[in-house]
């Protein structure tokens, strides 16, 4: 007889001698006290600073976004009613499609129920249409990313991480045969960014299609919150540009945004699209009013940029080993999985902050860090707390304070994390 179970509590015995074992916080945010939420545990609740979030700019709790969820609650309901195939496009998300079309000068936008979706059908669907296609694939591309490249079935070539000679090289070996570049704008761990400038001169030398994942840059980058591609003027030159709802503009969803012909051809042909539920309308509503405020107001960006250089200016000035970073993401060497996680405990029991460890495989080993990720409400009171708190965890764990994070001394920074 098989002993079923035993399997399965095999594997998480295993991550747990790794400790890669990954436990989630209890975490109830509370509107108007962001980035402050309450920790409930088994002694009750206590209150926390939250300084790992993705909600970038705090629009999840912003209150047109509020008002637009509950007004689209009230009057269309709860609930999409199914699958676009079978109930139709309700017009709240027909309104967020047009929105994030005009958000990045695209003919057409496709939404899907979150960015981890929208990248593995996006590219899937796009690299199956094309016969004979070659996907180049930079080698620190998401998980969704590399799934989405697999489930096409096509060829891949993994390029360097942003190593322009590498993916030339491969863009001429393939020949011409139908290309697919597919690479992100902002790097989510390490916090740097694609040349995309030169990846689409490339492309255009050699007749590939370009796919830029922005999940991490829409909101944040640009003079509309188009991404790192709209502030370097390139946006044009990229075929089909994917992002997030659930990051800056703090709700949820995924989309892809391009000509109209390769959209269409991803919603009639993609799987993760046909079958599976849209957004329900009010999701749709909040998103939207989040798009058209972050197109139109500065501040969230500004105030973000700012406590971002605030943070970074008071680790580096203690010593704390910052990984170099042209972004929002503020990410902090430790380089063992188990002090990883022992320096997240201690803060969060001793200091009442929420760093939440970052472990392979979502990182290389021996590259374990704190992700940091600055906003606008992190103000410089927050940014002194979460400094001191920093330097007596690492004196408490007896990790080095004062060496600078070299290139050289980070591997995620020049080894292929993914396939």
């Not at 591309?141 to 489930?151: K, P």
């Not at 699209?273 to 939207?288: D, E, H, M, Q």
Request: hydrophobic content about 40%; aromatic content about 6%.
């Amino acid at each position: 007889m098989v002993d079923y179970l035993s399997y399965f509590e095999r594997s998480i015995d295993a991550l747990k001698q790794e400790r890669r074992y990954r436990v989630f916080a209890d975490l109830e945010r509370q509107v108007g006290r962001f980035p402050k939420a309450m920790l409930h545990g088994a002694d009750g609740a206590k209150e926390v600073t939250v300084w790992c979030s993705n909600d970038y700019l705090g629009m999840g709790q912003h209150p047109d976004v509020i008002q637009a969820m509950s007004h689209a609650a009230r009057t269309m309901g709860a609930g999409a009613g199914g699958t676009r195939n079978i109930s139709g496009n309700h017009h709240a998300i027909i309104e967020l499609e047009d929105e994030l079309a005009d958000l990045h000068d695209k003919e057409a936008a496709l939404v899907f129920t979150s960015g981890y979706v929208s990248n593995l059908a996006g590219i899937a669907t796009i690299a199956r249409l094309l016969p004979d296609c070659v996907i180049l694939s930079d080698a620190l591309n998401h998980n969704s990313m590399i799934e989405g490249v697999r489930a096409s079935g096509a060829d891949k070539r993994i390029w360097r991480h942003n190593d322009l000679a590498h993916l030339e090289d491969l863009l001429v070996r393939a020949g011409n045969r139908p290309k697919l570049i597919a690479f992100e704008s902002v790097y989510s761990m390490d916090g740097d960014i694609a040349p995309i400038g030169a990846i689409c001169d490339l492309a255009e030398k050699y007749d590939a299609m370009t796919y830029i994942d922005e999940v991490h840059a829409v909101g944040m980058y640009g003079l509309r919150g188009g991404g790192i591609a709209q502030r370097e003027g390139v946006a044009h030159r990229i075929d089909v540009i994917e992002g997030t709802l659930a990051k800056a503009f703090g709700t949820l969803g995924g989309y892809i945004a391009g000509r109209k012909a390769v959209v269409d051809a991803v919603r009639s042909h993609a799987p993760g699209f046909i079958f599976t539920t849209t957004l329900p309308p009010p999701v749709a509503a909040a998103a939207t009013a989040s798009v058209r405020h972050l197109k139109a107001s500065q501040s969230e960006r500004q105030g973000q940029q700012q406590a971002v250089h605030a943070t970074k200016a008071a680790l580096a000035s203690s010593g704390l080993p910052l990984i170099p970073s042209e972004t929002h993401i503020v990410p902090l060497l430790v380089g063992d999985a188990d002090l990883c996680k022992r320096a997240s405990d201690l803060l969060l029991d001793r200091h009442g902050i929420y760093i939440q460890p970052i472990n392979y495989p979502t990182v290389q080993r021996g590259t374990e860090r704190l992700r940091i990720t600055p906003t606008p409400f992190h103000d410089a009171a927050l940014v002194e707390q979460l400094r001191r708190a920093l330097v007596d965890v690492w004196n408490e764990l007896g990790l080095p304070l004062g060496k600078p994070v070299a290139e050289r001394d980070h591997p995620s920074l020049t080894v292929a994390a993914g396939g």
